[in-house]
């Protein structure tokens, strides 16, 4: 059972509005904060390079404490400043020679997709989509009829960006597996808000994001990559961290997930995620997940009561997001107009997931994302705003 009290002690931001944005930026817990600010004060009392010194011990556990949230070895991490530089790391290290193919799904986020078109035009690979099933699942037959030796890397989106579908990374990887191709999982949206163990999933790489469900600072990220998968990768760039010059014609590249990260970072934001992800792992990510999913599935059920609004996630298991449209009112009005109220929802628009929203005749939806936070007598005061009440 989540300690509810201490949560909200911990969460001042929430007192302040009802905060419904956790797919977009989360409310940070203290600790988090204070980690950050504690750090950046001591670099200003001592430099940056002795405060990180000093700090060597907690930066390496940073790695070490988001293995144990995924189930991964320290060593197969590689922190980043986003989730996109995590994806875009490992998607142009994957070599690419004309006519081999790159699989996206129906939920793809705008900046995958465009990685993969930027590189289909680079390299003459071609990209292809997957098509979802009745369910708004990645279909799993229709990739199998896909699949051949051609098909290089296999992307899929775990929860996307606009709406509470959850793709089913295990199906995909034990396909895409079997030809050889590399599956690669946007877990930007699902991390933090439910388990995501990488041995479970099978996936060979994932990427992941520190300020939305982990509760992190932003400019922080990570990349996963399964053991010994990166000594077999090129990254587009190095450095010498990511790899040691060792005379005049030779460098050598880290064997583990080091090769894809640089030496300069943001050691408070890092010191920072390593708080956000040591808190929700004294939490625990079930009894996380059975808040975020309780509060989801309430916020659903109480806006299907309300006449003219429409409840537009895909999927039978459903994530912490819910997308929403209301009859005659476009969706940046509905979030002005809860705004304007104290409760702060986003939009999501078909520039982000322009391949699921165009298929289905959507040009934004209203985003509502209640962490395990939010209490339920503030989900009751945002169906009370949106109803008009
Ligand atoms: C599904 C998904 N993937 C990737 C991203 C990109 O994350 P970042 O902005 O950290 O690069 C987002 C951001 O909203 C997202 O929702």
């Known amino acids: 059972m989540l300690d509810h009290d201490r949560i909200r002690r911990d969460t001042p931001g929430a007192s302040g509005r009802v905060f419904l944005d956790s797919a977009g930026s989360s409310l940070p817990p203290t600790v988090v904060l204070d980690t950050a600010i504690a750090h950046l004060r001591r670099e200003a009392e001592i430099g ?65 997709a465009i ?10 690979a071609v990209v292809e989509v997957i098509p979802s099933d009745e369910s708004g699942r990645i279909d799993v037959d229709a990739l199998q009829d896909m699949l051949d030796d051609r098909v290089k890397l296999v992307s899929v989106v775990h929860a996307p960006t606009n709406g509470g579908l959850i793709n089913p990374a295990r199906a995909v990887a034990d396909l895409a597996h079997q030809h050889g191709a590399i599956v690669l999982l946007d877990a930007c949206q699902s991390i933090g808000q439910m388990r995501v163990d990488v041995d479970e999933l099978g996936v060979d790489a994932l990427s992941a994001t520190g300020r ?20 077999t990768l090129h990254p587009t760039a190095l450095d010498l961290h990511s790899a040691q010059w060792i005379d005049r014609q030779t460098y050598r590249m880290a064997d583990d997930a080091t090769r894809f990260e640089f030496w ?19 939490l625990g990510i079930d009894q996380v997940e059975e808040a975020v999913v309780e509060r989801a599935e309430y916020l659903r059920a109480g806006l299907r009561e309300i006449p003219g609004v429409t409840v537009r996630d895909l999927g039978d298991r459903k994530s912490g997001i819910v997308s929403f449209t209301v009859d005659g009112e476009e969706p940046d009005a509905v979030r002005d107009r809860l705004g304007n109220q104290g409760v702060s929802v986003r939009v999501s628009y078909d520039s982000s997931t322009r ?7 959507l040009d934004s939806v209203v985003r509502a994302s209640p962490h395990y936070f939010v209490t339920f007598a503030e989900l009751d005061t945002m169906l009370a705003a949106l109803a008009g009440e």
């Open 212 to 231: 939305k469900w982990l509760r992190g600072p932003r400019g922080t990220g990570f990349l996963y990559l399964r053991p010994g998968l990166a000594s």
């Open 115 to 124: 990685c993969a078109l930027h590189r289909a035009e680079v390299t003459g």
């Open 48 to 112: 940056g390079y002795s405060a990180a010194a000093e700090r060597t011990t907690d930066l390496a556990a940073v790695k070490t404490s988001i293995g144990t949230l995924i189930g991964a070895p320290a060593s197969s991490i590689a922190l980043s400043d986003s989730a996109t530089r995590a994806w875009t790391d490992f998607f142009y290290s994957v070599p690419l020679s004309p006519g081999d193919r790159i699989l996206l799904c129906e939920a793809e986020y705008a900046s995958n």
């Open 355 to 361: 391949l699921d929203m165009t298929g289905r005749g």
């Open 264 to 282: 300069e970072c943001d050691v408070a934001a890092r010191l920072a995620l390593g708080a956000a992800v040591d808190y929700l792992l004294e």
